[in-house]
């Protein structure tokens, strides 16, 4: 197989598998950045994925071909709503946020299946008839080289996230919202002596995850699942965080993490089928994100510091 | 007022009965009967030998997996990486069942310090990341989870056996499983781990509270400034309780291999073994015999929700719902204490 044809194999599916990743990790890059933890953007995915596929499969019949998309933004709504049962424990009731995000996967399995097994009297949802489809974007696919690479049989959501991922640079460094965001999370104290309003900066932040979160499940089940079980999100919204931190809890830099967790992905994916990675096992390519992101915690791929305030509830008086 | 220790008893207690609560309120807002959902559950733990013998089965590893993160709780360590540990236990334990023969007194010991020292390994390396680099451990130990998932199942495919999905049965020498046990519980797979799960909570509580080492490991947890003042090597407490922690942890995996199971499948998602050990820990107070008290429950909730969908018509997953609003509660419960404190003003 000549390289091209390798490159041309590769890309699209890493760019299919990298969006949910991105619109997840873009969710808890804003929630960190205001300073809460969020082990639960796994949770957070499920609820979007199930949203996702159940408003799929009750309305493609109003809505036809647009379905996917109306499904997705319902999806990021349920998961803004969602994601408040965080955000009341973790900065009204002052709850440990990881334990927290560890109630909130659970609630969100416990949930989603409850809820399949009660409207569809089975452990998983049936197929959804309208997905997402991969299309070529026009002009752009005639492109020589770039348009088989980047535009021919793609997903327009792997674009949308991209776009996102811009969109949340913008909004967080070149905003006011944006920098009050960031101050709430490195020293609220400070914050909140300047008339920010610490626990209403946090609740947007954590419902801003939410909806990203939510989207990421969504855009994970209409693109890749197709239905929603107990075995539909295993572990992406984990990869996510994973891109949250790898990324230097940048927006950029997690759309970077997400892209190559995505790539990697598609290695295990198509891998047997490339010439020098066919005797690698699919497990050394299964695991790099997770090692990668040790190795990186560790400091050996440039050290990144977290908000200060990451993880600390805020005390108004306390010092 | 409430003393402290008052608090730490009603808190997990009024927990408990709100997660219950909002059960019964999901059965009754989706058309079931709370009362026949609740029997239906308590006689699916308590109704038969055989059922007591599952439950019984089930709280063992929850013992294990919550003693693992209430003792790094303890340490100041918050160790979600339970689930891996318990998977490369479960492997190394079944590796050493079947690989070796020898007598029983040395095979079933040496299978279980095998599970040990594997779940000893996968806390070593956040132990180490976090005492010598002040790296977090929630993040290690996630990704830890995952490594442990994905290498057993390499492991049990390509070199445990020939593509296969699950290793090979253990030897009858390096098994848990108790016939006289058995036949008591009308053939449930009750085995003998439960004694080893008592031994242990033993264990950890007279580590914890009655030795030098107890007191420092209990002290980092508490201020790391000040134990580094008083000249305790902070570090390596770190380490350690995150050995220790781990091969806890490894040992409920031991529990899955050499009682219930007498093998290993290949496991396409987490055994969530761990993950309940953190919702054990929290209700349980991270005190040893707490966690008894609260593997007990969530062994109740657990195996007497498989009788529900049969006698009720509830779908199983409602006691999920139960149990993580159980763990938010309890996370919550600056608010609960809030609350309490108010009504006790006002009863003034």
Redesign the interface.
Same mark, same amino acid.
Not at chain 1, 102 to 107: C, E, K, R, S, T
């Given at each position: 197989m000549a390289f091209f044809d390798v490159l041309q194999s590769i890309i699209p599916i890493a760019l299919f598998y990298s969006a949910p990743l991105i619109f997840t990790a873009l969710g808890g890059v804003f929630s960190e950045r205001s300073g809460v933890?969020n082990?639960g953007l796994e949770g957070l995915m499920v609820a979007g994925a199930f949203v996702g596929i159940v408003f799929n499969l009750t309305f493609d019949e109003t809505f036809g071909s647009a379905t996917p998309w109306i499904s997705i933004f319902v999806a990021m709504i349920v998961g803004a709503i969602f994601s408040l049962?965080h955000a009341v424990?973790s900065v009204?009731?002052?709850?440990?946020q *990881?334990?927290?995000g *560890?109630?909130?996967?659970? $609630?969100a399995?416990?949930?989603g *299946?409850?809820l399949t097994?009660?409207w569809y009297g089975k452990g998983q949802t049936d197929m959804v008839d309208e997905p997402f489809y991969s299309t070529d974007i026009p002009i752009l696919a005639d492109i020589p080289i770039l348009g088989p690479l980047f535009f021919n049989g793609i997903y327009v959501t792997s674009y949308v996230a991209i776009a996102f991922a811009f969109l949340g640079w913008f909004v967080l460094y070149k905003t006011p919202f944006g920098l009050r965001l960031r101050s709430v999370g490195e020293h609220p104290m400070a914050a909140d002596t300047n008339g920010i309003n610490v626990n209403r900066m946090r609740y947007i932040a954590v419902m801003i995850s939410g909806a990203l979160g939510g989207l990421g499940g969504a855009v994970f089940a209409l693109t890749i699942a197709f239905n929603f079980s107990?075995?539909t999100i295993?572990?992406q919204g984990?990869m996510s $965080?994973?891109a949250v931190?790898f990324g230097k809890w940048h927006p950029l830099g997690a759309m970077g993490a997400a892209l190559f967790f995505g790539f990697a992905q598609s290695l295990s994916v198509i891998g047997s089928g490339i010439p020098l990675l066919e005797n690698v096992?699919?497990?050394y390519l299964?695991?790099a994100p997770?090692?990668l992101?040790?190795l990186a915690?560790?400091?050996f791929i440039g050290r990144a510091e977290?908000p200060k305030a990451n993880g600390q509830p805020y005390i108004k008086g306390s010092r | 007022m409430f003393s402290n220790k008052t608090f730490n008893l009603i808190v997990p207690i009024i927990s408990v009965l709100l997660g219950l609560l909002a059960g019964a309120i999901i059965m009754l807002v989706f058309g079931y009967n709370p009362v026949e959902g609740y029997i239906a559950l308590w006689n699916g733990a308590f109704g038969s030998n055989y059922f007591f013998g599952e439950t019984i089965r089930q709280v063992t590893p929850y013992i294990f997996t919550g003693l693992s993160i209430a003792f790094a709780f303890r340490a100041g360590l918050f160790n979600i990486g339970a689930e891996g540990q318990v998977i490369v236990g479960w492997l190394a334990s079944v590796w050493v069942g079947a690989a070796f023969d020898a007598p029983m007194i040395i095979h079933l010991p040496l299978a279980i310090i095998a599970a040990a020292l594997a779940g000893a390994l996968w806390g070593f390396v956040p132990g180490l990341l976090k005492a010598k680099l002040g790296v977090h451990e929630v993040i290690i130990t996630i990704m830890m989870n995952y490594i442990a998932l994905h290498v057993s199942n390499a492991l049990i495919r390509d070199v445990l056996t020939d593509s296969g999905d699950s290793t090979d049965q253990i030897k009858e020498s390096a098994s848990l499983a108790s016939n006289w046990l058995m036949e008591l519980t009308g053939y449930s797979r009750l085995h003998y781990g439960i004694i080893l799960a008592l031994f242990a909570a033993f264990f950890v509580w007279f580590l914890l509270e009655k030795t030098t080492r107890g007191y420092e490991l209990r002290s980092v947890g508490y201020n790391q400034h000040a134990s580094e003042y008083a000249g305790m090597n902070v570090g390596r407490n770190i380490i350690l309780s995150m050995v220790i922690s781990g091969g806890i942890a490894g040992l409920a995996g031991a529990m899955e291999g050499l009682g219930t199971f007498g093998y290993m499948p290949t496991h396409s998602a987490f055994t969530n073994l761990g993950f309940d050990g953190i919702a054990v820990a929290l209700l349980g107070g991270n005190n040893a015999f707490g966690v008894v008290i609260a593997a007990f429950l969530f062994g109740v909730l657990k195996i007497g929700a498989l009788n529900m969908p049969t006698a009720a018509e509830v779908p199983s997953e409602l006691v999920e719902i139960v149990i993580a609003l159980i763990i938010f509660f309890v996370a919550s419960s600056y608010i609960i204490r809030w609350t309490l404190l108010k009504f006790k003003k006002e009863g003034k």
């Open positions: 933890v082990i049962v424990a009204s009731f002052r709850a440990d *990881v334990v927290s *560890v109630a909130i996967n659970f $609630l399995l416990g949930l *299946v409850f097994k009660q107990q075995a295993v572990g984990f $965080l994973a931190i096992p699919a497990v299964t695991i997770y090692v992101t040790i915690l560790a400091g977290a | -």
